[in-house]
């Protein structure tokens, strides 16, 4: 008796990883920064938007941007370079799709619980289980390398850390006890982000570089790699310790690295812009560090400053925002068949995000800060949206030169 087996549609959206998971963060991040646009609106100028109950509007935003908004376009691009980086088996669709439906169904739920706060704990536990399933993949690829990748060691223990954030909201959801939920807030900058785009730099950017920039040398030691991970986690150890004061001892090397890689790795200025873009969005590493490590000091010395979020957001939006339009663009023209450039509309989401990023730092000064943090909520959505629907094209039809993939 023949036995029949269950195919999964090979629509163009799901013939690869990056595909499938850059379009689920895409959505979500145009639903997340409205909802956040929303709930600021009520906030601010009571405005009809998102409910002022349930879970505190704040943490949702600061849980979502980096596990449900920026975790889908982390796992598409890990799961297209870790097969390329080390000797190991391709991910298929019955890895990557249970992965994107449970990071788009766990935002979708966390949303909606403005509404109904008795989604918080199912949002978490998809969540759970997409972060699981997910960072269980690319670990077990990591326990198979024989060549035992530089790179891949620092984005799975990244990714390690990022699913022990995760795992701190599911136990807030299970118990109510505000110090997990802190605890998984803090994390996804310093122990998930940060350690994976640090990762990817130093191995992707002076490969790109040396690609299209004749002599260019490319400078990547590993020590400048682990030396700038342990300053991450170093902050992140003494945030959760609530140690503030003595943040400068992490963030102030983690400055000096990044300048220091900056000066010698960055192309020059008649560079291709997709190249130049990566390094552009880089120089937003030292200035995020030099804030934070700045206000550190001042606590340090006595000054009685009152903490401020600048430099949270010189790294979720300056950082992470420049470098994701940047290195999307780069990633989707090139492995669509397109050539690899950003044309207009690239560039003006790359320069507006800028925008958007000095716009929510400056707010930290202001008598009004809620004001323009819904002014820069708001143009998240406008500025990206035109670049995010162009790339949704891209990866929902085939490739343009007529190869697989």
Not at 2 to 19: D, E, Y
């Amino acid at each position: 008796m023949a036995t029949s087996t269950v195919s999964l549609p090979a629509w163009p959206i799901t013939a690869t990883p990056h595909r499938i998971l850059f379009a689920v963060g895409a959505l979500n991040l145009l639903l997340a920064m409205a909802w956040w646009a929303g709930w600021i609106g009520r906030l601010r100028w009571g405005l009809p938007g998102v409910p002022q109950d349930g879970l505190y509007g704040g943490s949702v935003h600061a849980l979502v941007m980096p596990y449900l908004v920026l975790g889908p376009f982390l796992f598409g691009f890990l799961y297209t370079v870790f097969p390329r980086w080390m000797p190991v088996p391709a991910f298929s669709r019955r890895h990557y799709l249970p992965t994107a439906a449970c990071l788009l169904a766990a935002q979708g739920l966390l949303l909606a619980s403005a509404w109904q706060g008795g989604l918080v704990l199912a949002a978490a536990l998809i969540g759970l289980v997409g972060w699981a399933g997910g960072a269980g993949l690319l670990l077990d690829r990591l326990r198979h390398d024989p060549t035992r990748c530089v790179h891949g060691l620092s984005i799975g223990l990244a990714m390690l850390v990022g699913l022990g954030g995760w795992s701190s909201f599911v136990l807030h959801a299970l118990t109510g006890d505000p110090a997990w939920l802190q605890a998984a807030t803090r994390v996804g900058v310093h122990g998930l982000l940060l350690p994976v785009y640090l990762s990817v730099a130093h191995r992707m950017f002076p490969f790109f570089a040396q690609c299209v920039v004749p002599g260019y040398q490319p400078w990547r030691p590993a020590a400048w790699l682990w030396l700038s991970v342990i300053c991450s986690l170093a902050h992140l150890v003494l945030d959760i310790s609530r140690l503030s004061d003595l943040l400068w001892l992490a963030d102030l090397p983690l400055a000096a690295l990044g300048i220091a890689w900056l000066w010698r790795c960055s192309p020059p200025a008649g560079s291709p812009f997709v190249l130049r873009a990566l390094f552009l969005g880089m120089l937003w590493l030292p200035v995020g560090a030099t804030l934070s490590g700045a206000q550190s000091l001042a606590l340090y010395v006595g000054v009685d400053l009152v903490p401020l979020r600048a430099p949270l957001h010189a790294y979720t939006i300056g950082l992470f925002g420049a470098l994701l339009v940047a290195m999307v663009s780069r990633v989707s023209r090139g492995h669509s068949g397109r050539p690899i450039r950003m044309n207009l509309v690239d560039r003006f989401a790359f320069f507006a995000i800028q925008m958007v990023a000095l716009l929510r730092i400056g707010a930290e000064w202001t008598r009004d800060p809620w004001a323009l943090n819904g002014v820069a909520a708001a143009l998240w959505v406008l500025v990206l949206t035109p670049w995010l629907l162009q790339h949704l094209a891209y990866w929902s039809s085939p490739r343009a030169d007529g190869k697989p993939g």
